[in-house]
């Protein structure tokens, strides 16, 4: 078995370690044995082909860098909304969360998104920063991270990430963080998201598994002792009283 990975424009969006979370991918499918292929485009890249692309990670970065990557991505839409309905796995963190919806809308201009999520974002007086602790419904453990960002982000009836246990979430008062969809996982959690939340990041690869073989059903287990542990601390560290 193999998956291919693929890396948009790390050149401009890569804060808070982003590239972590491609290697915690990579290297949780290889020590099961399975092929893990990574590769990267980048702004001198001239062809984009993501036809057989298995998972598609979409970091963070700033309003400036947020404007470079969607002008180039909207001419590719129709590829990136063809690969997320028809089962491709999609991670997009922060920046590139913000540029799955509709539009992002800036004090003084509005960033058109990609419109594969169907959202829209709107620019705050301040920025929302800290960590943060999510209760979600589809794995057992609560997800952790850190959020920075001034966008607040309207889901309308999408399905969300979690539920905000500690931590702000994709406005001041939502009560909830981040969009899950088909197999896609939009989120403002930095940190970097899945070397802190390895059932998070096993659900990824699970999605992709399946999507590309028929008879795949699950995957084989891991001692996640330490990866699991520093997530009760996180977790019991802002949400324990007293």
């Not at 690869?205 to 995957?219: D, V």
Request: proline fraction near 3%; include cysteine; charged fraction near 25%.
């Amino acid at each position: 078995m193999k998956i291919k990975i693929m890396h948009l424009y790390p050149d401009l969006l890569n804060l808070y370690g982003d590239r972590g979370n491609i290697e915690c991918l990579r290297r949780r499918l290889l020590w099961r044995g399975i092929d893990a292929e990574v590769v990267t485009h980048t702004c001198d890249d001239p062809e984009f082909d993501i036809s057989d692309t298995d998972i598609v990670f979409l970091g963070g970065g700033s309003d400036r860098e947020q404007k470079i990557v969607c002008s180039r991505l909207l001419g590719h839409k129709k590829e990136l909304q063809s690969h997320v309905e028809n089962g491709g796995s999609l991670v997009a963190v922060c920046g590139g969360y913000q540029l799955l919806g509709k539009y992002y809308k800036l004090h003084d201009e509005t960033i058109e998104g990609l419109d594969i999520l169907d959202i829209y974002t709107e620019q705050g007086k301040d920025r929302l920063i800290g960590n943060i602790v999510l209760k979600a419904d589809f794995i057992n453990s609560e997800i952790v991270g850190f959020e920075n960002h001034g966008g607040r982000t309207y889901i309308g009836s999408h399905t969300p990430l979690g539920r905000v246990v500690y931590g702000y979430g994709n406005s001041d008062d939502a009560g909830v963080e981040g969009v899950v969809y088909k197999n896609v996982v939009a989120t403002y959690l930095h940190g970097p998201l899945l070397p802190k939340n390895p059932e998070l990041c096993d659900h990824i690869l699970t999605n992709a598994l399946k999507n590309r073989y028929e008879e795949f059903t699950e995957l084989a287990p891991l001692d996640d002792e330490l990866e699991n542990t520093a997530n009760r601390y996180i977790v019991n560290r802002f949400t324990k009283k007293g």
